[in-house]
Structures are given as structure tokens and as C-alpha cells.
């Protein structure tokens, strides 16, 4: 016990000394005391906090695939000291960013820990609120200060002062602009990460032009997964601007949340015209598709009873590079229902 005790304390120390190096401190204002040369300290707000990097992080430790694609699409993989993240489905060799998968360490497949942080001497964990941050485990920003670990939160988790624990503060696409354009500053990365945010908008803007400006948009339900109830998307999660900019209305734009769970009641008053299936966890696209479809509820939903159910993965859907590809996707098959 005591020496397992002693390593716990040194692995604390050595995270303290990490924490220390990376030079970053929360700071109540916007004034910074200008302590070394060339693009830092550098302020940055995230989720409402303002933090001061006197340096760049150097082991950052991401947690879930479309956070760790962020890191990737910077061009961040020599500043990481691994990501963790399920064995999604995702096709992970026809991304730009594939190498990253190959150049960083997948430490875990499971859930992030303050331990397997500690071990990986990470200086710095970018996460989100139900993306790993979490007060059930005790895996919070908060928590992580005490061992001298920073953290950058997700924007697309943010809380919002909501009911409950809401999240989401701006649009999605927004969101990941702002990540990119604010991990940009921290890393010492603007160029690049502007480059990345003006090819995202042409995509989107390339993929809205061959939208329809008048007429019918086609209604769109995002069913992540749930029998009991649905868990879907709500104004502020990744779908509700994959819907709106390829040309479809989100049935669930007036919910001010990111992931929230509805009635099946709901989904049967809105009658979607198309359902797009979330692919990812234990049950598969095929198996939801199976259960929307012989669901007796469902029967009469304008979706079910034309077969009419698209299917993007998880890392598509969730705040991540993929986001814009995803819009053009989706714009392709909204349009073949326009036209059928």
C-alpha cells in the first residue's frame, strides 16, 4: 500500500511539473503580462472561461473520435500524447487526416480516467460534457486542475444555464469553427486552422447550392438510439445544421439542447419525411433501421412507410471535421427525395 501510494504521488507531481510547463492559468480578466517571445501567452475564452497559455500544451489527451479529428486536421499529432475513443465504425483511412490515427497512441477504448491521464502525462485533456467530462465519475475540468492538468471543453458540450445540465451555447458549425480557430491560437496554428474553416464553409456553401431556395425542404428526424424513448438531436448537437444546410427542416430545431430524449409520441406528431440513423455503439444501423420499421407506433410515419432512412456515423454527426462532408452527403440524398 505504501508503495503504491508513492507512485500515486509522484505521478501527481510529475502531471503538477507537466501542468506548470504548458504555462496555462485561468485568469479573471483579459490582461496578460507578456512572458516570452514570438505568438504566446496568449488568452483564450472556452465555454465562458478565460485561460492564459504562457506556451503551448505538449501531451494533450483527447477523448472520442471527433475530438481526437480535430487534433488530427490541425496538424496537432506531435502536441498529443494519445486519444481515447470506442472502436467506432467509422471508415478511418479515406479522412485527409488519416495518419493521425497511425502517428498517435490509442490509449483506451473505454471510459477516460484521471489515471490513465496521470500515465500519460498529459499537460492538457480536451473533452466535452458527456464526451468524458462527467460529475458521476468525477472526471471534471475541475478535478483535473487539482492534479495540475488543464483542459479545453468541447464547445458543442458547453452548458448553456438551460434547464437541468443543457448544453450548447451557437450553432453547431459554429461551434467547431470556433474550436478550430481558438485551438489555432493556443497551438500556434492560425494559418492553418483559417484554411480549415474557409474549405469547411465552401463545402457547406457548394453543398447548399444545390439546394432548392423555394419550395418543400423534406422534414428530417435524427434517431440516435432508444427504444423506451428516442434519443435524438436538438438545436445545438452537430444534425440539427447537417439537416438545415442540406436542405432539410429539423423536427427538433425548437429544442434548445444538444442530445435530448423524447416521446415516440413526439416523432409520430411531427411525422418526418426522413429519419437519419446515428451508426455507432452495440446496435447496429441495421438493427435500428429493423426496430423503426417494425415498430407498430411508427407505422404510419411518413419516413417508415417509404423506407425513406439515411445512415451517417457517429464521428459525422458529433462536432468534428467530418461535419461539412457529411452536409454534402446528406444534401445528395435529400435531393433524390425531392425529385422521387
Not at 413526439?266 to 411525422?271: G, K, M, P, S
Not at 457517429?314 to 446528406?330: F, H
Request: glycine share 8%; hydrophobic share 40%; charged share 30%.
Amino acid at each position: 500500500m505504501a508503495s503504491r501510494t508513492a507512485r500515486t504521488a509522484l505521478a501527481v507531481l510529475t502531471a503538477l511539473a507537466l501542468a506548470t510547463g504548458c504555462g496555462a492559468k485561468v485568469t479573471e480578466g483579459g490582461d496578460t503580462e507578456e512572458k516570452s517571445s514570438g505568438r504566446h501567452p496568449v488568452t483564450v475564452e472556452n465555454c465562458g472561461v478565460r485561460t492564459t497559455y504562457d506556451k503551448a500544451p505538449q501531451r494533450v489527451v483527447t477523448n472520442d473520435v471527433g475530438i481526437a479529428e480535430i487534433m488530427f486536421a490541425l496538424g496537432l499529432e506531435d502536441r498529443m500524447a494519445g486519444y481515447v475513443a470506442p472502436d467506432y465504425r467509422a471508415d478511418r483511412e479515406s479522412v485527409p487526416w488519416k495518419d493521425g490515427y497511425k502517428k498517435v497512441k490509442w490509449l483506451s477504448k473505454k471510459e477516460i480516467t484521471k489515471e490513465l491521464v496521470l500515465d500519460a502525462k498529459a499537460d492538457m485533456v480536451f473533452a466535452g460534457w458527456n464526451y468524458g467530462f462527467n460529475e458521476g465519475n468525477g472526471f471534471t475540468p475541475d478535478a483535473l486542475k487539482k492534479l495540475g492538468v488543464g483542459s479545453y471543453v468541447l464547445t458543442e458540450s458547453c452548458r448553456n444555464g438551460g434547464a437541468g445540465k443543457a448544453r450548447g451555447v451557437m450553432p453547431p458549425l459554429e461551434a467547431l469553427y470556433t474550436d478550430l480557430t481558438t485551438l489555432g491560437k493556443i497551438f500556434g496554428v492560425e494559418d492553418r486552422a483559417a484554411k480549415l474553416v474557409t474549405d469547411f464553409k465552401k463545402q457547406v456553401a457548394d453543398a447548399q447550392a444545390t439546394v432548392p431556395q423555394d419550395g418543400k425542404r423534406p422534414t428530417v428526424f435524427l434517431y440516435d438510439d432508444g427504444r423506451d424513448k428516442a434519443t435524438t438531436s436538438g438545436a445545438f448537437a452537430g444534425p440539427h445544421d447537417i439537416i438545415t444546410k442540406a436542405g432539410g427542416d429539423h423536427v427538433m430545431k425548437d429544442v434548445k439542447d444538444s442530445w435530448p430524449s423524447v416521446g415516440w409520441e413526439t416523432v409520430v406528431e411531427r411525422n418526418p419525411d426522413v429519419i437519419v440513423i446515428n451508426n455507432y455503439g452495440d446496435v447496429t444501423a441495421e438493427q435500428k433501421k429493423e426496430f423503426l420499421k417494425s415498430y407498430p407506433p411508427l407505422a404510419d410515419v411518413s419516413a417508415v412507410k417509404n423506407d425513406r432512412i439515411f445512415v451517417l456515423d457517429y464521428v459525422d454527426l458529433v462536432e468534428s471535421p467530418r461535419n461539412p462532408a457529411a452536409i454534402a452527403a446528406l444534401a445528395r440524398y435529400l435531393k433524390e427525395v425531392r425529385e422521387a
